[in-house]
């Protein structure tokens, strides 16, 4: 026994009707708006809002591992090895990256390796606090509420580590 449906034409429109409103709803979502009204997505655009995305995403891993350092640091006694470890992941992870964060990666990185320093015992603990500092205030710069007293970013309002005297006990900035 064969049983055969001969939707023919009434199934193609409504498949063709299917994906023109799929097209439309994705058209309204992805279409660019400037100035309230619809701009056309040139190429120049186009990658200028891939650059954007990446340069977001490089910001949320440069916060993210700043913290750690300075979960590190604010240590009384921090784990040389683990934080070798630390300054080897934040290096290999930014090592490359869009122009617009250069300068954060560069000073996350050097922050790293004073960490790194500071827990085996090579430099000074405020050598390791004052790199943190910096690298944070390049990365603060990056955040889109930069400027903003209720929000800082992804980054902890304690973030700063502040002062350290040779000796003295960690305190939050």
Known sequence: ????????????????????????????????????SPATLTPDRWQAAVLARKAGAEIVRLAIDAQALHDVAARETPDAIQ???????????????????ALARQALIAAAEATARYASGGTPRQIAVDAINAALARIRVLTPAHGAESNRGPLADDSNLGSVRPGATPTPG
């Open 1 to 36: 026994m064969e049983i055969s449906l001969d939707l023919g034409k009434a199934w193609q429109a409504g498949l063709g009707l299917f994906l023109a409103l799929a097209l439309l709803l994705i058209g309204r979502a992805t279409t660019p708006v400037v100035a309230d």
């Open 83 to 101: 934080t070798m470890l630390l300054a080897q992941q934040i290096y290999a992870g930014h090592r490359q990256g869009t122009t617009a964060t």
